[in-house]
Structure formats: structure tokens, C-alpha cells
């Protein structure tokens, strides 16, 4: 079946830091790849999003490519903030499929 | 855009009482919606998927006449946790989307319930 898999966590930076963190899937057919960032105490927000191989999804400074044949979507963000510290969800969607497969988190947090 | 709601966002019942939390698509009509646990620093796991008018499907090893689904309105989709015991407690979210599209799902800001 299809999943994702993310580096483990926890991941601390210091602000102005670069960040990757690492996503990688298996999936049949042609997913859309997804990152989430959820805050404490609360629910998921969509970050960023690419639907087809080589497109490049971006928001607030981070960014991540969809990579098919390394089937890769790494986070990426030139220089991290302490307000981006949260966990970070990497996901597909499969072609007709209705659910979202995540992957198991990864929390940052950024030191000032 | 895609906003998302849950009411409530947090609640404490006694062993044994029934518990509804609702999902509301603000600004879009949530075609499917999909409610989920949380255990402390997982990841989240699917409980059932809801199509408007439609009974839930629920995954493998939730007990759906523990966990009822309603998915009333393109708007609203309920779960109740009925005869809730302290092993219920949890961090519930829900999502919904509009159509097949691309899969995004928009997430609700989540209820955490405590079972005494």
C-alpha cells in the first residue's frame, strides 16, 4: 500500500538556520504530495502542495519539489524563525483515492 | 478560503456519557468529510470517511457503534462518542474537502475530550 516516510524528529535549529527535512513516498500511479504544519494544541494547516512530478510547491518561505524518480517532497526554508517551530506532516493523496497518508511527523523547534 | 471549525474545542464528561463534537465547513460545501484521532505526538489516524447524505466508512478496528458519524449537510458532519470511557480520551480532527480534486483536505482546529 502506499505510504510516507519522514526523518525522524525532533529537529532543532537555531533561528537563521536552513531547513530540510527529509519526505519520501511509495505510491502507485501519480500522488499529489502534500506538507501540513500542525501548531500546539491545534489542528493541521496546508502549508504547501504540488500535484505532478517536478512541480515546486511554495508558501512563507518554505518549498519543497516533487521529485519522481527519487520519489522525494523534502521541506525546505532558507532561514527558520522560532515561530516556525511545530510538527510538520508530509502526505499523499493517490489518484481517485479519498484519504491522505501521512507521515509520522517531525517536530522542530527553533532556538532564538 | 477553506476554513474549517469544530465545536467544541475541548470538553471533560464523566465514564459512560455520550460526547458530540461538531465539524463545520465554513465557507465551502464539504462534500466528504473525514474525522481523525491524535495520540500524543503521533501521527494522525483515520477514523471514518463521511459523504454527505451517505453513511460513514469507517477504517479497520473502529467500532462504529461506538464512534456515529452524521454527515447531515454539505456543512455539518458530527461524531459522537457514545458511552465514552477514560481509554476514549483524545485529540479528534476533523477534515473536508470539496469534490475529487487534488486530495487537499482542510483541517479543523481539533477537540480534545477528557473521559474522567
Known amino acids: 500500500g502506499d505510504s510516507v516516510t519522514q526523518m525522524e524528529g525532533p529537529v532543532t535549529l537555531s533561528e537563521e538556520a536552513f531547513l530540510t527535512i527529509n519526505c519520501t513516498y511509495t505510491a502507485t500511479g501519480y500522488p499529489s504530495l502534500f506538507w501540513y504544519v500542525q501548531y500546539p494544541g491545534e489542528g493541521l494547516q496546508l502549508l504547501l502542495k504540488?500535484?505532478?512530478?517536478?512541480d515546486k510547491g511554495s508558501n512563507k518561505g518554505f518549498e519543497a519539489t516533487y521529485r519522481k524518480e527519487t520519489t522525494s517532497f523534502h521541506l525546505e526554508k532558507g532561514s527558520v524563525q522560532v515561530s516556525d517551530s511545530a510538527v510538520y506532516f508530509c502526505a499523499l493523496s493517490d489518484q481517485g483515492a479519498q484519504k491522505l497518508v501521512f507521515g509520522q511527523g517531525t517536530r522542530l523547534t527553533i532556538n532564538p | 478560503g477553506a476554513v474549517v471549525s469544530q465545536h467544541p474545542s475541548r470538553v471533560i464528561c464523566k465514564s459512560g456519557t455520550s460526547v458530540k463534537i461538531e465539524c463545520r465547513s465554513l465557507d465551502f460545501q464539504a462534500t466528504t468529510m473525514f474525522w481523525y484521532r491524535q495520540f500524543p505526538k503521533q501521527s494522525l489516524m483515520l477514523m471514518a470517511t463521511s459523504n454527505e447524505g451517505s453513511k460513514a466508512t469507517y477504517e479497520q478496528g473502529v467500532e462504529k457503534d461506538k464512534f456515529l458519524i452524521n454527515h447531515a449537510s454539505l456543512t455539518l458532519s458530527t461524531l459522537t462518542v457514545t458511552s465514552a470511557h477514560p481509554e476514549d480520551s483524545s485529540f479528534y480532527i476533523c477534515s473536508a474537502r470539496w469534490g475529487a480534486g487534488d486530495g487537499t483536505q482542510y483541517f479543523g482546529p481539533g477537540t480534545r475530550l477528557l473521559v474522567l
Open positions: 504540488a500535484t505532478k512530478a517536478d
